[in-house]
C-alpha cells in the first residue's frame, strides 16, 4: 500500500500546485454536492416538486450508502493523504476518519447514477457522469482522499446501486402486500437493528433519517397521499413551506440538542434525523394538503 500512496501522494501535489481561489470555489462546490446539507436541498426538492415515489426511492438509495461507506471505512482503515504528508494542502475541515473509500465519491454514483437511470434522458445521462467525476476529483484537488479512495467509492457506488436496483422493486411490491403493523415494524426494527450493529455518528444519521421516512411514508400513504404536480406557484410553495419546517428541526434542535462529547448525544440525534426524515414524508405533505399547496392523488 505504501507504493500505492506514494504514487497517490505525488498526484495529488502535482494538482495542488495549479489550484489558486477560482478553482478552490470550484471545488468546493462540487464537494458540497456531497454533503448532507445539500442533499437535504435536494432530495426534498425531488419528492415534494417532481416526483414523490421516485423522489422516496432515491433517498432510500442514498441512506444505505452512507451506512455501507462508513462501515468499509472503518474495515480498511486507511489514513488521508494529509496524514501520511503535512505538505499536502487541505482545504475541506469536514473531512474526518478514514479515507477508503470516498463517501463522496461513493454517493454521487448512486445519486447521479439512480436519477440518470429513472429519468432516461440522454442530457441528464451526460450531466450525471460530469457530476460523478468532479465530485469525486473535487476530493482529491481538496487534498482529503487518495486517486484509489476516489475509485473504491465509484466501485462501492455502482455495486450498492446495481443491487439496489434490482431489489428495490420486488421488495417494494412485496411490502405493498403486506398489513400496515409489519411495514412499521420493519419500517423501524431493519434501521434500529443496523444502527444497533455498527452505532457510529454517520450511521445515526442515515438509519435514523430512514427509520423516520419509513414511518412517514407508511403512514402518509394512508392520510396525505399527495401528488408533486401542480403549477409552478405551486411547487415553489410547497419547497418553500416543506424547507422552513425541516430547517426548524434540523437547524432548531441542533441548537437544542447535547453536542458531540456531551451526555445522550448519540440519541439525541437519533431522535433528531427521525423528525427530519418524518417531515419529509409525513409532516410536510399533510401540510401541503391542508394549505392546498397539492392534491390528493388516489391510492
Given at each position: 500500500m505504501e507504493t500505492i500512496w506514494e504514487w497517490g501522494l505525488e498526484f495529488i501535489r502535482a494538482i495542488q500546485q495549479v489550484r489558486g481561489p477560482a478553482l478552490d470555489a470550484i471545488f468546493k462546490a462540487f464537494t458540497f454536492m456531497g454533503e448532507k446539507e445539500f442533499s437535504l436541498l435536494f432530495f426534498t426538492l425531488i419528492f415534494w416538486c417532481v416526483d414523490f415515489a421516485v423522489g422516496a426511492r432515491l433517498v432510500f438509495a442514498y441512506l444505505i450508502s452512507p451506512y455501507v461507506n462508513t462501515?468499509?471505512?472503518?474495515?480498511?482503515?486507511?489514513?488521508?493523504?494529509?496524514?501520511?504528508?503535512?505538505?499536502?494542502q487541505r482545504h475541506h475541515t469536514g473531512a474526518i476518519g478514514p479515507g477508503m473509500p470516498s463517501g463522496h465519491a461513493q454517493s454521487a454514483v448512486v445519486i447521479w447514477g439512480f436519477i440518470a437511470i429513472e429519468f432516461r434522458k440522454a442530457w441528464l445521462g451526460v450531466v450525471a457522469a460530469l457530476l460523478i467525476v468532479l465530485i469525486g476529483f473535487s476530493r482529491v484537488y481538496l487534498g482529503v482522499h487518495f486517486p484509489t479512495d476516489v475509485l473504491g467509492g465509484w466501485a462501492v457506488g455502482a455495486v450498492v446501486l446495481a443491487l439496489y436496483l434490482a431489489l428495490e422493486p420486488r421488495v417494494e411490491a412485496w411490502l405493498k402486500e403486506t398489513e400496515m403493523p409489519v411495514q412499521l415494524a420493519l419500517a423501524v426494527g431493519v434501521p434500529l437493528v443496523l444502527l444497533l450493529l455498527y452505532p457510529t455518528n454517520d450511521a445515526a444519521i442515515a438509519m435514523a433519517?430512514?427509520?423516520?421516512?419509513?414511518?412517514?411514508?407508511?403512514?402518509?400513504?394512508?392520510?396525505?397521499?399527495?401528488?408533486?404536480?401542480?403549477?409552478?406557484?405551486?411547487?415553489?410553495?410547497?419547497?418553500?413551506?416543506?424547507?422552513?419546517?425541516l430547517l426548524i428541526i434540523y437547524l432548531g434542535l441542533k441548537f437544542v440538542f447535547p453536542d458531540e462529547g456531551e451526555p445522550f448525544y448519540l440519541v439525541?440525534?437519533?431522535?433528531?434525523?427521525?423528525?427530519?426524515?418524518?417531515?419529509?414524508?409525513?409532516?410536510?405533505?399533510?401540510?401541503?394538503?391542508?394549505l392546498r399547496l397539492a392534491s390528493s392523488k388516489a391510492l
Open positions: 462501515t468499509l471505512k472503518y474495515l480498511f482503515a486507511h489514513p488521508r493523504p494529509f496524514e501520511l504528508d503535512p505538505t499536502v433519517t430512514m427509520l423516520g421516512m419509513g414511518v412517514g411514508l407508511v403512514l402518509g400513504r394512508r392520510v396525505a397521499p399527495f401528488s408533486a404536480d401542480g403549477p409552478l406557484w405551486q411547487r415553489a410553495a410547497r419547497y418553500l413551506v416543506g424547507m422552513i419546517g439525541m440525534r437519533v431522535v433528531r434525523y427521525t423528525l427530519v426524515g418524518l417531515w419529509g414524508g409525513l409532516g410536510a405533505p399533510w401540510l401541503f394538503l391542508r
